[in-house]
């Protein structure tokens, strides 16, 4: 058998122009556009329904959300350096590590308070999953803490503009 094809095919591509913008979107303006666009219909919507006191309140709180992301909108990241996030590292690490401290507190104090009758091997044996999860908080702020630590510290140089 001889299969030959009946129809010719032609090998003719057309390139096709995509436009391409000239500056890509930024995160944050994404960010900003995507929120405003839930956020003012659903305060449209609540404004009308609410007491008078809570739709003002909400107004307020719609119109400062409006200037905050505005000023996050306005933020370059390729701008932003690593020296510069160090301290909002450090703070995150003491964050993770001081709240797993807290709960853990927390939780020790609510089991001696509502159940005097366990003892220690029971209360950990009763609550072992939030004992994890506090303890693993706390160990993923030290990790935090200790990678910063560890960093070498660089700190630019300061610009001949800025004297």
């Known amino acids: 058998m001889d299969f030959e094809r009946e129809v010719p095919v032609e090998n ?3 390139e096709l122009e995509l436009e391409t913008p000239e500056s890509p979107r930024k995160p944050f303006k994404i960010l900003r ?9 659903t305060v449209a919507a609540l404004v ?12 307020e709180a719609s119109d400062i959300a409006d200037d905050s992301l505005e000023e996050l909108a306005e933020i370059d ?9 160090r ?6 690490g003491l964050s ?4 797993s401290s807290l709960t853990i507190i ?3 104090l609510f089991l001696t308070t509502l159940h005097p009758e366990m003892t220690p091997n029971q209360q950990i044996a ?3 999953s939030e004992y994890i999860w506090f303890v693993c908080l706390g160990v993923a702020g030290m990790f935090l803490l200790g990678r910063e630590a560890m960093r070498p510290i660089n700190k630019p140089e300061p610009d001949d503009d800025d004297w």
């Open 126 to 128: 009763e609550y072992w």
């Open 48 to 59: 009308p329904i609410l007491p008078s006191k809570l739709s003002e309140n909400l107004q």
């Open 12 to 14: 003719t591509t057309e």
């Open 77 to 85: 990241l390729n701008n932003i350096n690593d020296w510069e996030l």
């Open 96 to 99: 993770f590590v001081g709240f």
């Open 87 to 92: 301290p909002f590292r450090i703070r995150i």
């Open 33 to 41: 556009n995507t929120e405003a666009l839930l956020r003012r219909p």
């Open 106 to 108: 927390v939780l020790a």
